[in-house]
């Protein structure tokens, strides 16, 4: 495949631009730090911002048996970037022609396609099949129109802001963490679908949500949330986890307990919002006990909930 086919689905740009490339999954405060940077020197330079954005992880390409799980879809990542105000998000399919592609050819390819006049890369980021990063782009003799420009590393608590680090804490059950780190809560949307409505039988109906894409899924427990439904918001006790009570084998479930609603949620795109977590998940002698429990826990969320 020749350099000109490949980036033949990426429209013609009117330059000069300056660009950026990644998955931004998250689009955490380091991303958003990157396309403030993006969007400062194209104001300067009379260009527009431009935001080449992969759908997959690069990571599912090359090792394919690695599952990748993710904080943010494709949809909501472009939704972001064009809200912060980047001129052009244009989606990319990581494959093996891009794969095999030089940084030279590459940044060739952009400078006839967009009229790029400089390109921002992340912390430690890296593009074509000679991992090449800013001090090597910036060093070659080839492209010398063309500024090669890096962005400090955020950090926050203590650690360095990246989608890993955030998928680390979510997996942990760490949701104050990760919301300092994305700066919002972390969400995940999903589709109401039918359960065995065990919650119903013993007064906390829940809505089963499944979520829309393989997202990175908290630790097991019992969390404050917050539940957008048709645009209002709603305080929500959610549980994540196997349901141990009442099964030994059973698949892991997001069952959200809205607190006050009175309505059928059946089919409906929820988006869920994580505040804390209030405990682990645990297995109860009896459903006495379970429900004893869970009145304590949306007590908890409320409290939790309406500091807000």
Do not use: W
């Not at 680090?165 to 997996?171: E, P, Q, S, T, Y």
């Not at 780190?181 to 039988?201: C, F, H, Q, T, W």
């Not at 698949?251 to 795109?269: P, Q, V």
């Amino acid at each position: 495949m020749s350099i000109s086919d490949l980036f033949a689905s990426i429209d013609v740009i009117e330059g000069p631009t300056v660009a950026t490339i990644g998955t931004f999954d998250g689009v955490h405060l380091g991303h958003q730090a990157l396309l403030n940077r993006v969007q400062d020197e194209a104001a300067k330079r009379g260009a527009k911002s431009v935001a080449f954005v992969f759908r997959e992880q690069p990571r599912t390409f090359i090792k394919p048996s690695n599952q990748t799980t993710y904080l943010s879809d494709f949809e909501t990542r472009r939704d972001i970037l064009k809200a912060i105000g980047i001129d052009h998000v244009v989606e990319l399919n990581f494959t093996a022609a891009i794969q095999q592609l030089s940084s030279d050819d590459f940044v060739g390819a952009l400078q006839e396609r967009i009229g790029l006049v400089s390109l921002i890369l992340g912390p430690g980021a890296m593009i074509g099949s000679d991992r090449a990063g800013v001090d090597q782009l910036s060093s070659a003799d080839t492209h010398t129109d063309i500024e090669f420009l890096g962005v400090p590393t955020i950090v926050v608590d203590g650690e360095a802001v990246s989608s890993s680090v955030i998928r680390i804490a979510i997996l942990s059950g760490n949701c104050e963490l990760a919301a300092k780190m994305l700066g919002r809560n972390y969400s995940i949307p999903g589709v109401v679908a039918d359960g065995e409505k065990r919650g119903r039988e013993i007064g906390f109906p829940t809505a089963n949500i499944e979520p829309e894409f393989v997202v990175t899924v908290p630790d097991n427990g019992i969390y404050a949330t917050l539940v957008d439904v048709d645009g209002e918001t709603h305080h929500a006790a959610t549980s994540i986890g196997v349901r141990p009570t009442f099964e030994t084998d059973g698949g892991r479930t997001i069952e959200a307990f809205l607190l006050d609603f009175d309505g059928d949620l059946y089919t409906k795109r929820l988006r869920l919002e994580f505040v804390q977590r209030l405990r682990a998940e645990v297995a109860f002698e009896t459903v006495e006990l379970l429900i004893e429990q869970m009145n304590k826990d949306v007590e908890q969320t409320r409290e939790i909930l309406g500091k807000l």
